[in-house]
T-cell receptor
Framework: DAKTTQPPSMDCAEGRAANLPCNHS???????VYWYRQIHSQGPQYIIH???NNETNEMASLIITEDRKSSTLILPHATLRDTAVYYC??????????FGKGTRLSVIA | NAGVTQTPKFQVLKTGQSMTLQCAQD?????MYWYRQDPGMGLRLIYY???????DKGEVPNGYNVSRLNKREFSLRLESAAPSQTSVYFC??????????????FGQGTRLTVV
């Protein structure tokens, strides 16, 4: 069974905030939530990660619910270059990333 | 900084041929990984190496072998290529700090076609 559930696709108008949801209801207590994106056919790129507190960096914000069963990645001002497939991945310790199918975000001018 | 470098970038093989995909990282990372990505799909883990001298199977190891030559290099070998191995192959590396891994860095991929 998949560890995460993400919508297959989303659209967002350029300049608006993109909010990408992820359900990870079976997440373990020691698993962090990682977000990566893959632009076209390039290698995936790290965005942000968190355990239970909300996190923000220069790329995005991560909101994790108090019960840790879901999270939302927020791109505050989406641009055309943010068009990509976004992956939400629970990961613990020294274990490899396991990718699901992700959400294909299309930013529209 | 080069980050993670994969060679070659493109390769066409005939069924039954063998080849080795090379991967090197210059970030002093402990862990290295090989993934494959088929069209329209997410990445699937083939093999990984948590540290120099160790390797472990991932989701789809059949038909592949790996070598962690040293801390920098992690190669993937196809002994007898099959059309089902046509895919894009990504190498990645990361370092384990405390209770988690830091961000993983990925190479730009090797596009392999087996005819």
């Amino acid at each position: 069974d998949a560890k995460t559930t993400q919508p297959p696709s989303m659209d967002c108008a350029e300049g608006r905030a993109a909010n990408l949801p992820c359900n990870h209801s079976t997440i373990s207590g020691n698993e962090y939530v990682y977000w990566y994106r893959q632009i076209h056919s390039q290698g995936p790129q790290y965005i942000i990660h968190g355990l239970k507190n909300n996190e923000t960096n220069e790329m995005a914000s991560l909101i994790i619910t108090e019960d840790r069963k879901s999270s939302t990645l927020i791109l505050p001002h989406a641009t055309l270059r943010d068009t990509a497939v976004y992956y939400c991945i629970p990961q613990a310790g020294n274990t490899p990333l396991v990718f699901g199918k992700g959400t294909r975000l299309s930013v529209i001018a | 900084n080069a980050g993670v470098t994969q060679t070659p970038k493109f390769q066409v093989l005939k069924t039954g041929q063998s080849m080795t995909l090379q991967c090197a990282q210059d970030m002093n990372h402990n862990s290295m990984y090989w993934y494959r990505q088929d069209p329209g799909m997410g990445l699937r883990l083939i093999y990984y190496s948590a540290s120099e001298g160790t390797t472990d199977k991932g989701e789809v190891p059949n038909g592949y072998n790996v070598s962690r030559l040293n801390k920098r290099e992690f190669s993937l070998r196809l002994e007898s290529a099959a059309p089902s191995q046509t895919s894009v192959y990504f190498c990645a590396s990361s370092v384990h700090v405390g209770q988690t891994n830091t961000e993983a860095f990925f190479g730009q991929g090797t596009r392999l076609t087996v005819v």
